[in-house]
């Protein structure tokens, strides 16, 4: 499959919609990807009290990164629930971050293991090296969400940066529309010195065929 032919180490999954359910996802899941390591993903879904009993059940199936388990906005409920979470798990959040007030509150409330950021969403390049100085500040790692090729240079000048999320499903989309889409290999994306500013390419004629007038 994909997972061992990408050399991916780490890969994440949703939950949240079906707490009941999401243990048995889980375990499917982790048979499914073999020797990586799984993440979970959800998107605030849970109460403070289903994120605190799903831990436990998550970290059974070696799952290591718990991604928003509550709401991001809820900075006292994040710290709760990482001081409480099982010791070999993550607590991570801050994707919906837009100002670098909010980070600074992430990181001074201890909310999270290691911050997310977004340059879409951040302030762009400007607003990323910002939250970059704060994690160096607070000595938390960083990691960036979606969208790679527009945080793979950016990831490369960040000193304590994680890793990047890469959507498998994205990939065809982009190398459609773009000449200089980064490509996994053996589990990295290495940014294209040969190509100017992001490397990207529009490609303006194949994209004709969807305009709408």
Known sequence: GWVEGDGCRWVKMKVGTSPEDDPRRVRVAKEAIGVSTLFVDANGAYTRKQALLLADDFARQAVEWF???????????????????????????????YTTSYFR??????????????????????????????????????????????????ACATARFRHLEWFHDHVRIERMLFDGAPVVRDGMIRPDLSRSGLGLEFKRQDAERFRED
């Open 67 to 97: 991604e928003e388990p509550i709401s991001a906005d809820d900075l006292d409920g994040l710290h709760f629930l990482r001081e409480r979470v099982p010791a070999c798990m993550e607590v991570a959040a801050g994707e919906y971050g």
């Open 105 to 154: 509150r992430m990181l001074q409330s201890g909310a999270v293991d290691v911050l997310q950021a977004d340059v879409t969403r951040c302030g762009g390049f400007t607003g990323w090296l910002q939250v970059a100085g704060l994690c160096d500040a607070f000595f938390t790692d960083l990691s960036a969400h979606c969208a790679p090729a527009l945080h793979l240079h950016i």
